[in-house]
Nanobody
């Protein structure tokens, strides 16, 4: 059973930075064939796409609200994907979820339905 586990959330002031990490529990071979994504959900709002990365790290995708501020990356040797968040704003406050696709599935990086495996979420709070 695939599991993804996020870490790195916390409280930060406006303009600050945080790095989220997500460990995927499959083998390195499986993880190296798996696209990964980050989503977030603020209170009273729908879960929204933040960023995604393909199996090799060669292609990345970002939601409009985070372009230029957030960077997604991965280390296949560590089965880990990262979300570096810079220039944080109060509106970035949300629970951030890591999600994994099935191996070898490509395309449609943005929909929630493309990701069958989800972590428990990590809270990010940006104070004004």
């Amino acid at each position: 059973q695939v599991q993804v586990v996020e870490s790195g959330g916390g409280l930060v002031q406006t303009g600050g930075s945080l790095r989220l990490s997500c460990v995927h529990t499959a083998s390195e071979r499986t993880f190296s064939s798996t696209g990964m994504g980050w989503f977030r959900q603020a209170p009273g709002k729908e879960r929204e796409f933040v960023a995604a990365i393909n199996w090799s790290g060669g292609s990345t995708y970002y939601g409009d609200s985070v372009k230029g501020r957030f960077t997604i990356s991965r280390d296949n040797a560590k089965n880990t994907v990262y979300l570096q968040m810079n220039s944080l704003k109060p509106e970035d406050t949300a629970v951030y979820y890591c999600a994994a696709r099935k191996p070898y599935h490509i395309g449609d990086e943005y929909p929630i339905t493309s990701y069958p495996y989800w972590g428990q979420g990590t809270q990010v709070t940006v104070s004004s």
